[in-house]
């Protein structure tokens, strides 16, 4: 009976606690998840972030469709992508009564890597990437020389995102002619540093990944130049994503938010994002989205 005191002291010392918490904005958690790709940038938003606020940042890697998942069944209010929201997508959270609105922040190129030691390719093009890469490839094109007779008769090993990755996406539909349309005996994985690892480490190896973990490593990688549509051979760069000439590889990256639900602190986080998003990103191997498209984020928040 004499506890009973102490204990309805402390619940009201806790309900206090929780109540200042939940009205300063620098005690609540930031919570982040989806493109590895993304990562980067927010983790570099969310060191200079920290040195200004407190708090809690937690940024989750679960690829951008792992992302959306969360996003549109209401688990988390933001997410990095790096494809846009697709139908599916976009039906599961109008389910739920989400509206979530996309803000992009960079621009990013997929860079296709081999090993520094590779010396019998330096370019390639879509079709050959089709080839390599498509469904029907899957126990006939397991050598170099099953591509080109004049390549080495060594079996290649491929390496790229996993399956709930937005740039595993991009590349499908893109190469291949539809999403999630590949060969399966693929080494993958949504983190994109176990790809440049393998990449890294193996002589006949191929893989893809953004520019920006490209960047980072490109000691230790070959990057191959692309044979564009119109015959022109382009090699992935900041200009060259810029201007859209390293093309069909190039694209943007995003943040998604559900703006309603959005937290004090979240909302804090995410202006401060879309207003340094630009100058981060070259910091951190993405090219920077233009004065027009910042501000056109900036207004997009404010409503």
């Given at each position: 009976m004499r506890l009973w005191p102490f204990f309805m002291l402390s619940a009201a010392m806790l309900s206090a606690l929780e109540q200042s918490c939940t009205c300063r904005p620098d005690l609540e958690s930031i919570n982040l998840d989806g493109s590895s790709t993304v990562y980067i940038i927010s983790e570099a938003v969310a060191e200079e972030y920290q040195?200004?606020?407190?708090?809690?940042?937690?940024?989750?890697?679960?690829?951008?469709?792992?992302?959306?998942?969360?996003?549109?069944?209401?688990?988390?209010?933001?997410?990095?992508?790096?494809?846009?929201?697709?139908?599916?997508?976009?039906?599961?959270?109008?389910?739920?009564?989400?509206?979530?609105?996309?803000?992009?922040?960079?621009?990013?190129?997929?860079?296709?890597?081999?090993?520094?030691?590779?010396?019998?390719?330096?370019?390639?093009?879509?079709?050959?990437?089709?080839?390599?890469?498509?469904?029907?490839?899957?126990?006939?094109?397991?050598?170099?020389?099953?591509?080109?007779?004049?390549?080495p008769n060594r079996k290649i090993a491929l390496f790229s995102p996993g399956i709930a990755s937005g740039t595993y996406d991009y590349f499908t539909k893109t190469v291949v002619g539809k999403e999630h349309a590949s060969r399966g005996d693929i080494t993958s994985s949504e983190d994109d540093n176990v790809l440049v690892h393998g990449v890294r480490s193996n002589r006949d190896s191929l893989g893809f990944f953004s520019f920006a973990y490209y960047q980072e490593n490109s000691a230790d990688l070959k990057a191959l130049s692309l044979r564009t549509p119109n015959g022109s051979i382009i090699m992935p760069s900041p200009q060259t994503i810029q201007d859209g000439s390293y093309t069909p590889l190039s694209r943007a990256i995003y943040i998604y938010a559900d703006q309603n639900a959005l937290k004090k602190a979240e909302k804090i986080f995410m202006r401060f994002y879309l207003e340094n998003s630009a100058k981060l990103a070259p910091e951190v191997g993405f090219i920077a989205l233009d004065q027009k498209a910042q501000a056109e984020n900036l207004e997009k928040l404010s409503n």
């Open positions: 040195k200004l606020h407190k708090g809690r940042i937690s940024i989750g890697v679960s690829g951008t469709g792992g992302g959306f998942k969360k996003l549109c069944s209401g688990r988390i209010n933001i997410i990095g992508a790096s494809r846009p929201i697709n139908d599916a997508e976009k039906a599961l959270c109008a389910q739920n009564n989400i509206n979530p609105s996309e803000f992009a922040i960079a621009l990013d190129g997929i860079v296709i890597a081999v090993n520094k030691k590779n010396t019998w390719i330096n370019t390639i093009d879509i079709n050959t990437l089709k080839i390599i890469f498509e469904p029907n490839s899957e126990g006939k094109i397991n050598n170099w020389n099953d591509v080109n007779p004049k390549w």
